[in-house]
């Protein structure tokens, strides 16, 4: 199982980023795909997800409108594109595969403890 991120960076508010993760393994059958982050001090907080069979993804209300997150089935990767990004952004986003259905799979992304759960190793954003 392996989940390994990249695109994070540095940008002014109101900039754009845009993540990619490629996962592999057999976690993927089944699996829903998404995106968590962690901001200095704070949990972990689900953005956002995608069912890769159906294509039905949710994101957080506070990145509705500027994030989108999609994916490449034939090569196996995610994306997470962030437009308008804010300060409050400015995070170590993790992408995460969960076990769990996609109507409850964003709750799930990056919850220690729970099986079926797995991510990378993060990639840093930061808005200044």
């Known amino acids: 199982v392996q989940l390994v991120e990249s695109g994070g960076g540095s940008v002014q508010a109101g900039g754009s980023l845009k993540l990619s993760c490629a996962a592999s393994?057999?976690?993927?059958?089944?699996?829903?795909l998404g995106w968590f982050r962690q901001a200095p001090g704070k949990g972990r907080a689900g953005v956002a997800t995608i069912n890769p069979h159906s294509a039905t993804s949710y994101l957080v209300d506070s990145v509705k409108g500027r994030f989108t997150i999609s994916q490449n089935n034939a090569e196996n990767i995610v994306y997470l594109q962030m437009n308008n990004l804010k300060p409050e952004d400015t995070a170590m986003y993790y992408c995460?595969?969960?076990?769990?259905?996609?109507?409850?799979?964003?709750?799930?992304?990056?919850?220690?403890?729970?099986?079926?759960?797995?991510w990378g190793q993060g990639t840093q954003v930061t808005v200044s």
């Open positions: 995460a595969a969960t076990g769990r259905p996609i109507e409850i799979a964003i709750q799930a992304l990056g919850v220690i403890g729970v099986a079926d759960n797995y």
């Open positions: 393994g057999y976690i993927l059958n089944g699996f829903c």
